[in-house]
């Protein structure tokens, strides 16, 4: 059974940083692809950043230059580094596994940007 533990949210003030994480463990035979999405109060969750096997990334517009995603495939784990953080950044994040056959997702971290 595929589990994913997400760490590394918290409350920060704007401008600040933070470094998500997210390792995966159990039967995983093929990892296509890892992201991160975000939930934020009232709003639809939204991908946020994600990394091929190939290690190619995409970023959504309103993080581009202050997001970076990047893995570790020895450890199944992959990272977002979060820049000058807004308070609009502020959401829950939740890691996206996307194997062969299924999608998993973690229990998510809170992030609050906040002064």
């Known amino acids: 059974q595929v589990q994913l ?8 003030q704007p401008g600040g940083s933070l470094r998500l994480s997210c390792s995966a463990s ?3 035979f093929s990892i ?7 939930q ?3 709003k639809q ?5 994600g990394i091929g096997s190939g290690g190619s990334t995409t970023f959504a517009d309103s993080v581009k230059g202050r997001f970076t995603i990047s893995r ?4 199944n784990t992959v990272y977002l580094q979060m820049n000058s953080l807004k308070p609009e950044d502020t959401a829950v994040y ?12 973690g229990q998510g971290t809170q992030v609050t940007v906040s002064s």
């Open 5 to 12: 533990v997400e760490s590394g949210g918290g409350l920060v």
């Open 26 to 28: 159990g039967s995983i």
């Open 32 to 38: 296509n692809r890892m992201d991160w999405n975000r």
């Open 40 to 42: 934020a109060p009232g």
């Open 45 to 49: 969750r939204e991908l946020v950043a």
């Open 72 to 75: 570790d495939s020895a450890k």
């Open 94 to 105: 939740y890691c996206n596994l996307h194997s062969r056959y299924e999608n998993y997702w």
